[in-house]
């Protein structure tokens, strides 16, 4: 890359790196880190929920002490509980969390569900909290995105404006090493309660400067507005059968993540393309058709898209492309300009 030349977005599995090489250093020792539990995870998330850490710590100690699990809990008294949650406010969720308890030992045998469904149906336990309790209690891959970690994604990825926030999180989830859900929860978290804060991020000590969108925006946000650069480019949706092909993007747009292979629009037949993506990604073309063009505004360009339906069959498997089932496609985290050419090539079946 030349002096000034833009990196574009970091790469999931260098931002994982840069983020578990900070955690192994900045890592917040915590009582509710000392032992891990669904429970232990519930009791401090619903403290949390109102209440800054250093506040909420004497207060989680005590009551770990005096309602050590779950079955502990459901069985007292609320005064027990509430004189427990005295001076710590908001007592309705010291209501809430006795009821859940309640509910699980009547419902679940005492056990916490590992479902995120059920979980948000017990009292108190919003989306944020049933994440926490899957990716942090359960160690599950699951991504808990409270204020901390909603704002470290924005920056470092732009998302919420070019790229959705849920996507950012699933990619990460997808990248990281199996096993490290909970690590990646509470790095991020601790993250943005230590470096990126919402008030003068530590920009300088930050691992992510080179490639965080709100450092490269910053001041100059509304002149790359009006100076976004007009990008053509011609997307294949390959289909054999049910699948489609997905491969891991090139150059300067999504350089890394996965999506639909594409190449710059030169004007001329795309015959010579296809034909080269079939041998390097083991699939045979029969045919192509026109499908329209789709658009889409990043914050450096604004990308329109002319779409080929490539119809083949698979020829082998190779381990830079990936073939997908259509119905299974909305899982995957697509950069929204490709969701928009597969909602072209199968209106009504696929939603972006
Ligand atoms: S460079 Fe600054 S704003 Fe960007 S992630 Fe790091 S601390 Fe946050």
Redesign the pocket.
Known sequence: MSPGEDPGLMPPEEFLECLFQWFAHNRRDLPWRVEYSPYRVLVAEVMLAQTQVPRVIPYYCRFLERFPDVSTLASALREEVLLAWEGLGYYRRAHHLHEAAQRIVERFQGCIPADFETLRRLPGIGPYIASAILGIGYNLPVLAIDTNVR??LS??FGAGEDVNLREIGNLLISHMPSGKARHLNEALMDFGAL???SQK???S?????GF?T??KDAGRESRIRQQRTLLEICVAVCCAGEEVLLTRSEGKLFPGLWGLPFREQDGEDPRAWIDALGERYGFLPLGFQECGVVAHAYTRYRVRARVLRVSGKRTGMLSEAAWVAFRELPRYPLPSLFRKALALVRPGEYRP
Do not use: G, H, M
């Open positions: 704002r470290v920056r470092v470096v990126c804060l991020p530590r920009c000590l930050c691992p992510f400067r965080c709100f450092v």
